[in-house]
C-alpha cells in the first residue's frame, strides 16, 4: 500500500515553500515519526515527519519549489525486498533484461542530491563513472567530476584544417562558478527583502539617538548571576533588563506601542516584544508574549528557547506573528551604530549595540564608563519627535538605574 507524503499546510497566507533538505533517500526505509525533509518558506522552516513505517520514493528534488497539498513523495509499506525493489528502476513486465547502464545514469535513476549537482555543475551524467550500485551515480561521483574538471582546463586552440593542421588559437571561455555563483533567493530572504521594502515605502520612518551607561545594570547583573543560574538553571542576560525597559518606556509614551490601520490608529493594551535573532537562513522575530507580567527568569527562558528552536529550524509560524514592539540587538555582532528599519506594522524598534568603554564627563571629571548606543527608529506618522526622545530617555534611565525596574531575582 503507498502512502502520499503532502505538503501541510504551515500557517495562513504560506501557499508555497521550498523542500531544501531530504534527511531520507529515497529507496531508504523509513519509521513513523521519521524526519524525511525540511520544508523552508517564507517565514520558518519545518521539519516534515512520516506517517507511516514503510520504503520513501521522492518525487521532487532538493531546492524544488512546491505548492500546499503537492505530494512530494510516496511510502511503500513494508521493507526488505521492497526496499530494495524501490532502490532498483522496474523493468516492464515480461522483460527479464538488465537495465541499461544509460538507464542508471537517467535523472530518475539518480538521487536527489546526485541530479542537483549535475545541474548546477551542468554535468554530463554519461560521462561520469559510477561507483554505486548497479553502475549508479553517487553524490561523490558528481562531487569528484565537478572538481576534476575544474582542475583540468579547458584546451585553448582547436586544430584548423585550412591552416595545415596548426591549431587556431581561441581563448578559453570563462567558468560562470568561477567568477560569480547564481542561486535563487530563499522564501524566508525573499520575504525579509519585500518587507523591509514595504516598510521604507509605506511609513515614515525617522531615526533617533542616545546613549546609555552600562555600569550599574552590568554590576546588577555579576552580583545576581550565580544565585540567579542556580534557581532558574539558565543565566541572566542583558536582553531581559532592556525587554522590561521597554516595556516600562511603552506605558510612559503609549503611541509606540500602536499602529496605523488605514485612517484609524490602533493602540495596544498588552506588550508583545518582539526579539530579532539572527539565523543561518535570515533574520526571524519570535515574540515574548505579556512581557510585563513576566519574571526576567520566564524571559531569558523565552528568548534562549526561540533562539534554539530558530537556529534548528523548528520555530513555529504563531511564535512570530503579533508582535507590538520589536528590539534588535547588532551589539551581539559588533556593531556600534546603526538605524533599524521599522517591523511593519509596528511604529517603532529599539536597536541596541556594542558595550564600548568609552571617556564620558561625569561630575565634571572625564572617565572611563561601559556605553552602548541605543537607536529608536518610528513612524512619524504615528509618533511625534518629542514621544520618541521620551521614550529613549526612560529605556536609558531605566538600564543607567535598574532599581526603577520591577526587579525579581
Known amino acids: 500500500m503507498s502512502i502520499e507524503v503532502k505538503v501541510p499546510a504551515v500557517g495562513e497566507s504560506i501557499t508555497s515553500g521550498v523542500v531544501s533538505v531530504w534527511h531520507k533517500k529515497s529507496g531508504d526505509q523509513v519509521k513513523a515519526g521519521d524526519a524525511l525533509f525540511t520544508l523552508e518558506t517564507d517565514k520558518v522552516s519545518t521539519e516534515i515527519t512520516a506517517e507511516k513505517d514503510g520504503v520513501l520514493q521522492t518525487r521532487v528534488a532538493e531546492g524544488a519549489e512546491v505548492k500546499i497539498g503537492e505530494v512530494v513523495a510516496v511510502i511503500e509499506e513494508g521493507s526488505g525486498s521492497v526496499e530494495k525493489r524501490a532502490a532498483e528502476p522496474s523493468a516492464p513486465k515480461g522483460d527479464t533484461k538488465p537495465v541499461p547502464t544509460a538507464a542508471k545514469k537517467s535523472p530518475d535513476a539518480m538521487s536527489p542530491a546526485v541530479r542537483r549537482i549535475v545541474a548546477e555543475e551542468k554535468l554530463d551524467p554519461e560521462k561520469i563513472s559510477g561507483s554505486g550500485k548497479g553502475g549508479r551515480l553517487t553524490k561523490g561521483d558528481a562531487l569528484a567530476a565537478a572538481k576534476n574538471r575544474e582542475a583540468v582546463p579547458e584546451p585553448s586552440s582547436v586544430p584548423d ?3 595545415g593542421g596548426r591549431a587556431e588559437e581561441k581563448p578559453a571561455p570563462q567558468s560562470e562558478n568561477e567568477r560569480f555563483t547564481r542561486k ?38 555579576t552580583k545576581s548571576q550565580d544565585a540567579f543560574t542556580k534557581k532558574n538553571a539558565l543565566k541572566l542576560g542583558f536582553m531581559s533588563f532592556f525587554i522590561k525597559a521597554t516595556v516600562e ?21 498588552y506588550y508583545d516584544i518582539g526579539v530579532a535573532v539572527g539565523t543561518e537562513r535570515g533574520l526571524v522575530v519570535p515574540v515574548v508574549r505579556d512581557a510585563d507580567k513576566k519574571s526576567f527568569a520566564e524571559i531569558e527562558r523565552d528568548i534562549a528557547d526561540y533562539a534554539t528552536r530558530a537556529r534548528e529550524g523548528k520555530i513555529k509560524i504563531e511564535d512570530l506573528q503579533g508582535g507590538t514592539f520589536t528590539i534588535s540587538n547588532g551589539g551581539v555582532y559588533g556593531s556600534l551604530f546603526g538605524t533599524p528599519i521599522l517591523n511593519p506594522p509596528q511604529s517603532g524598534i529599539l536597536g541596541m549595540h556594542t558595550i564600548q568603554k568609552r571617556p564620558v564627563a561625569i561630575k565634571d571629571e572625564v572617565v572611563l564608563r561601559p556605553m552602548m548606543y541605543l537607536a529608536l527608529s ?25 532599581k526603577k525596574l520591577p526587579l525579581d531575582f
Do not use: W
Request: charged content about 25%.
Open 161 to 163: 584544417a585550412t591552416a
Open 184 to 221: 535563487k533567493m530563499s522564501p524566508l530572504r525573499r520575504k525579509i527583502a519585500a518587507q523591509l521594502v514595504m516598510a521604507q515605502h509605506t511609513a515614515a520612518i525617522l531615526t533617533t539617538f542616545n546613549e546609555c551607561d552600562m555600569t550599574e545594570v552590568q554590576a546588577l547583573r
Open 249 to 269: 518606556a511603552l506605558k510612559v509614551v503609549p503611541p509606540i506601542n500602536g499602529r496605523i490601520e488605514g485612517d484609524d490608529m490602533i493602540q495596544n493594551h
Open 378 to 402: 518610528y513612524d512619524h506618522r504615528a509618533v511625534d519627535g518629542k514621544e520618541a526622545v521620551t521614550f529613549l530617555i526612560t529605556v536609558k534611565q531605566c538600564i543607567e538605574d535598574p
